[in-house]
């Protein structure tokens, strides 16, 4: 089939992206597999693997923000245009020499806006797939399970997977730390995302108290219009609506288990249909009775 097979790791800054790649990568190892690993943080620090391409020999965020006066997103937009404008040299003659038992795994920052504001990203994506390079390839979108970030995280993630329109697994991280400590049905809650966890008790830190005699609140007043009952329907609105798409759901992720890690990559196989161009095909059975009678 001549095919390569990678998947493009997404979310938030800290959600565990590149954790996630350092213990795919050792799984994979494990297993006798081969992975190709590419950073696209124009920001990463350090790695357990180092990558077999970094985007920071082409660029850093940390020069662009120095000698073009930008911010660390407006930077790291620069960043991915740059990537963009010089694909062919930095990224499209190295992948070609990555063959079909490869799986290559593309690491990247966690700039919200990069994944909801700007089709940069699809542009990269589309790249990859057409072309020469012609690579099956899913998305990987990480949360990390924390109540406060997790309704707007889910909408990151939908937003990401209307405008890639590629085989999406969500992937709540950091199991680790939950471990023994939410009760399974409490946790059921974050894998199908549960509309009434936005209308949990305000401690949870989630919701704003209505109070009495505030219909719209003041527009002048973030705090105030919070209290509302309008900004109370907003929030129940967009809870439905992630209710309604029903297509988010996670899969559960602690990087210290090495089941755990194996179980979300059989996902990933699954999505990019790598184990089909591995194996050699069984003779059919149906047509050797047909041959046979
Ligand atoms: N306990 C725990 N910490 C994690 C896990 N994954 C990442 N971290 C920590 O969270 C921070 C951010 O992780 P990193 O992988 O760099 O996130 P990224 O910004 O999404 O690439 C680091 O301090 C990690 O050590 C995890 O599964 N469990
Ligand atoms: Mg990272």
Redesign the pocket.
Known sequence: MGSKYGMIVM??????????CSALIQHLRNNKRSCFYINL?PAAEEFVYEPDIDIKELITLEDVMEELHLGPNGGLIYCFEFLLENLDDFLTEKLETVTEEYLIII?MP?QIELYTHVPIVPALVSHLRGGSLNISMCAAY?LEIDRAKFFAGTLSAMSAMLMLELPHVNIL?????VKGQVARKELKRFIDPDISLLQDAPESGLVYEYKDGVDNGDPGDAQSVMAGESFARLNRAVGQLIDDFSLVSFLK????DEDSVGAVLSYIDDAIQYHEAQEPREPNDDLMDAEMG
């Open positions: 979310g938030p800054a800290g959600a565990g992206k590149t954790t996630f943080d690491d966690g990480l991280s950091k199991m680790d730390l992720l602690d990087v210290q």
